[in-house]
């Protein structure tokens, strides 16, 4: 079983390293929809990458039919983790001593969804036992 390499079939990666040096390299031009007055406008799209960052394309649309224009980033990367689960055992931890109690009680952060701010949630904390 053979594995095809990008650099053998394009010639070269799909994304360039972002530089004030590159003069050769333009943006692909795309012939797509205007979603304001569905005629056909153009798409102009770079791909490049920020060096110690990640892939991106930017992305230019205008009509010149009726002058709207659009622009944005996406990311090219791969999709992040979610999240990851560490479990630590402390094996040096003293043992329990009777005369120092101790309470348990979850903290948790949530986001208002019309503001966009999180609140902070204590329960169980100095509750009476």
């Known amino acids: 079983m053979s594995v095809i390499s990008e650099d053998s079939v ?3 990666s799909l994304f360039r390293d972002l530089s004030a040096d590159n003069d050769d390299w333009e943006p ?13 406008g153009t798409t102009r799209l770079l791909l490049t990458k920020i060096p110690f960052f ?15 224009s659009n622009t944005e980033i996406q990311s090219a ?17 003293p043992e329990e001593d009777p005369e120092i109690t101790t309470e348990k009680y979850t903290r948790t952060f949530e986001q208002n969804e ?16």
Request: overall charge negative.
């Open 54 to 68: 990640k892939e991106i394309i930017v992305s230019s649309f205008s009509c010149p039919h009726c002058c709207w």
């Open 28 to 40: 692909t031009e795309i012939e797509s929809l205007c979603m304001n007055c569905y005629k056909n």
């Open 77 to 93: 990367g791969r999709i992040q983790d979610q999240g990851i689960c560490y479990t630590l055992k402390n094996v040096y931890a």
């Open 114 to 129: 019309d503001l966009g701010l999180n609140d902070m949630k204590t329960e169980g904390y100095g509750e009476e036992k």
């Open 10 to 12: 394009r010639g070269g």
